[in-house]
């Protein structure tokens, strides 16, 4: 039997989280500079953020399914197999990423009329998603490059590498939005020209991690040709978890349709808000992330119980962390939100929605945790069906009728109902072991086909 990774669960999260802490502070200093530029600047921005979340479900594809193929190989022992998996990363990023682009710089028009932009920031939004685009295929080589570093137990080294990508986009953002000297900045569009020279940066130094500690050494071939055979688990585990995203995305979106039916103020209340509550969620996300790797590991070397004490353990400290971590958010939102804004009316709604959000949060730890866990044993389809209903039914049409009936407040609502139930879904699913059939499964193929 194949010994037990003895890598602890936290010393993966803490890198993680630093990683998705550096992510968020990035976000939210873009989001500082629009709103000193104007509420519609700001409205923008969290527009174009969503509207890239939802790109970024094609990414996810790879992220997930590689994630949990190089863990499992890995955790069998079938180190070449996990090298193979890597490099086919890199093709499939290339068509992904350009897939992406496509969509940005011909889309762009369709996409705002969907969500139902205020009519006052169409052009800057399309100006700034055109400028986005390019972006988006060093987006996708870094975000599946990392991936598979965190396979390797490289968590450390992939937040090194993180640090210097996002510390480049904060620098180049504050000096090609703000200006320098009689230079006055190309405002939100610099935002863009910085997301590209960073993600650049960043491509150059996942590189270098990848020659030097996993003696990987891509050919020029490896950046476009697909093999099937390599795609095909990745795919087999990264689909379902991709469409539990895109049919989640789809759903908020048209939630931020209705908020945008509520005027620019509506928008700008969503966007601080949300973008607080990443804050929030971002240790859950870390544990979530890391149970996902760890359990990958633990299910090809079959050790079930100690996956199970695994996830067990990540929920408590989800719970604990994110229940102090959004109480207070709804105690400091007063001080918080008039760092973005000095519009009364828009400090009091966030701090309503705050409020709602301790619920929210709650609900949300099961999601981010047990589904990753769920995956990581081969259980990928319960996750999608469980949970189709409640996004499309409670998010999507939900948030647009209770936002008919009680503005945003009814909106944020919906969020609530839709996290709780879903939550309670995967945990249910969890404690039962209804995943044990399907990890056993996972772990006789692998052992099958060493």
């Not at 020279?197 to 491509?203: D, E, K, M, V």
């Not at 150059?204 to 990987?216: K, P, S, V």
């Amino acid at each position: 039997m194949t010994p037990a990774p003895r890598t602890r669960l936290n010393a993966i999260a803490a890198p993680i989280f630093g990683e998705f802490l550096l992510g968020m502070s990035v976000a939210m200093v873009g989001l500082y500079l629009a709103s000193h530029t104007s509420d519609a600047a700001a409205g923008t921005f969290g527009l174009t953020q969503q509207v890239l979340e939802t790109l970024f479900v094609l990414f996810r594809v790879l992220a997930i399914g590689l994630g949990i193929v190089v863990t499992q190989t890995l955790g069998s022992g079938r180190l070449a197999e996990a090298h193979q998996t890597a490099y086919m990363a890199l093709a499939s990023s290339t068509w992904a990423g350009l897939m992406a682009a496509a969509w940005l710089v011909w889309g762009s028009g369709l996409t705002l009329d969907w969500l139902n932009a205020p009519a006052e920031i169409v052009p800057l939004a399309t100006t700034f998603m055109l400028l986005l685009a390019p972006a988006m295929l060093l987006e996708v080589y870094n975000i599946s490059m990392a991936s598979v570093l965190r396979a390797h137990l490289f968590a450390r080294e992939s937040l090194w590498i993180m640090v210097a990508m996002y510390g480049a986009h904060v620098l180049l953002a504050v000096v090609f939005m703000r200006g320098w000297g009689d230079w006055a900045g190309w405002g939100l569009n610099g935002y863009a020209v910085a997301f590209l020279l960073s993600r650049a940066l960043g491509l150059a130094l996942h590189l270098g991690f990848w020659h030097r500690r996993m003696d990987l050494h891509p050919k020029a071939h490896h950046w476009w040709a697909l093999p099937m055979r390599v795609l095909g688990p990745v795919l087999r585990i990264g689909l379902p978890g991709a469409a539990l995203e895109l049919i989640y995305r789809l759903a908020f979106m048209v939630s931020l349709a209705a908020t945008a039916g509520l005027g620019v103020a509506a928008l700008a209340t969503h966007s601080y808000t949300l973008q607080i509550l990443k804050y929030v969620l971002l240790i859950s996300m870390a544990i979530g992330w890391a149970c996902e790797i760890m359990v990958g590991r633990l299910v090809g070397a079959r050790r079930f119980r100690q996956a199970d004490d695994l996830v067990r353990k990540g929920v408590r400290n989800g719970m604990l962390a994110s229940g102090a971590c959004v109480l207070i958010a709804a105690l400091a939102a007063p001080w918080v939100v008039r760092g973005f804004t000095q519009d009364p009316a828009i400090v009091q709604a966030a701090q309503t929605l705050l409020w709602l959000s301790v619920a929210l949060e709650l609900g949300r730890v099961f999601n981010l945790i047990v589904i990753g866990a769920l995956r990581a044993t081969g259980d990928v389809h319960f996750p999608v069906w469980a949970s189709a209903a409640s996004i499309v039914f409670i998010l999507g049409l939900g948030s647009w009728l209770m936002g008919r009936w009680w503005g945003l407040n009814g909106i944020w609502l919906a969020y609530v109902l839709d996290e709780c139930w879903r939550g309670y879904l995967m945990w249910r699913r969890w404690q039962r072991r209804g995943w044990l059939p399907y990890a056993s499964q996972t772990a006789r193929g692998l052992r099958l086909e060493r």
